[in-house]
């Protein structure tokens, strides 16, 4: 069964400038989520989509980030414009029930 | 204060020691913790998943909560060279709330 791919593996991008990330799922998961983890900090959630709904967004740091699930399969989040801070590993995980499987992360770095 | 704690080493032992990793947590709220283990450039894997104050066994690896005290520990025994990875806690409150709350991880090396 393959796991929860994440594209693409790494990003360099200039402050200003849009990034989309992209997360594939396990197939069947309802559950997908996104979390961050800045440099020298912990994992932190952003949100959690069950299906296509956004079911907790309460992560999400701010208005330049926009996540989506179309048809309740891959989902993208968007970070438009880029700033410095944004910088850092974002991971998908995806689940059905309890348990989250975790992607292998996307490595932003915004300059 | 942060809602999880964990040292973030670095812990470096011989092969075949016991490691013991441990967490606390200031939110009464968490009811279900969990051990991840991450190796470089990879994602986070579950380790162990425990609910309730106690024990819980799986091969080489122990985890323990004691919710009265609000720290939760992994124990590793006959720890492996393969065994060098950063060790993260997590927890959340349960019910409808699936979102994860996790320490800054732990990096452990197990020397041959």
């Known amino acids: 069964e393959a796991g929860v791919t994440q594209f693409p593996s790494h990003s360099v991008i200039e402050k200003g400038q849009t990034v989309t990330l992209r997360c594939d799922p396990i197939s069947g998961h309802d559950n997908l989520y996104w979390y961050r983890r800045v440099m020298g900090k912990e994992i932190k959630f952003l949100l959690h989509f069950v299906k296509e709904s956004k079911q907790d967004e309460s992560g999400m740091p701010n208005n330049r980030f926009l996540a989506e699930r179309t048809g309740g399969t891959y989902s993208t989040l968007k970070v438009q414009p880029a700033e410095l801070e944004d910088s850092g590993v974002y991971f998908c995980?995806?689940?059905?029930?309890?348990?989250?499987?975790f992607g292998p992360g996307t490595r932003l770095l915004v300059l | 204060q942060k809602e999880v704690e964990q040292d973030p080493g670095p812990l470096s032992v011989p092969e075949g020691a016991i490691v013991s990793l441990n967490c606390t947590y200031s939110?009464?709220?968490?009811?279900?913790f969990m051990w991840y283990r991450q190796y470089s450039r990879k994602g986070p894997e579950l380790l162990m998943y425990?609910?309730?104050?106690g024990n819980k066994e799986d091969g080489r690896f122990t985890a323990q909560v004691d919710k009265s005290s609000k720290y939760i520990s992994l124990f590793i025994r006959d720890s492996q060279p393969s065994d060098s990875a950063t060790y993260l806690c997590a927890m959340r409150i349960g019910g409808s709330n699936y979102k994860l709350t996790f320490g800054k991880g732990t990096l452990l090396t197990v020397n041959p």
């Open positions: 939110n009464s709220a968490f009811q279900y």
């Open positions: 425990t609910y309730s104050s």
């Open positions: 995980a995806s689940g059905q029930g309890e348990t989250q499987y």
